[in-house]
């Protein structure tokens, strides 16, 4: 049983930054390919940064340059650290098991000063 426990939400200020944890156990972390999505108030829920089963990785125009995805594969942990935040990312955000229905619970992100 695949379970996806998200962490290190939080509220921070803009320009700040904050790195989400996706604790995963029932898979391998370091050759699945994962997702972080995040779905703010009364929007759709949009794909932020995604990687490979290789390593590749992509992101959202949105966040390139301010955003990136770390594996641990000695925690089985995917990692989103968000640099220069902004208000618009705010969110709750989600970790994936791309092409499955496996889905963490999500973590608040609120950027405001």
């Known amino acids: 049983q695949v379970q996806l426990v998200e962490s290190g939400g939080g509220l921070v200020q803009p320009g700040g930054s904050l790195r989400l944890a996706c604790a995963a156990s029932?898979?391998?972390?370091?050759?699945?390919?994962m997702a972080w999505y995040r779905q703010a108030p009364g929007k759709q829920r949009e794909l932020v940064a995604n990687?490979?089963?290789?390593?590749?990785?992509t992101y959202a125009d949105s966040v390139k340059g301010r955003f990136s995805l770390l594996r641990d594969n000695t925690k089985n942990t995917l990692y989103l650290q968000m640099n220069r935040l902004k208000p618009e990312d705010t969110a709750v955000y989600y970790c994936r098991v791309l092409f499955t229905d496996d889905w963490g619970q999500g973590t608040q992100v609120t950027v405001s000063s």
């Open positions: 990687i490979s089963y290789i390593g590749s990785t």
């Open positions: 029932g898979i391998k972390v370091g050759i699945e390919p």
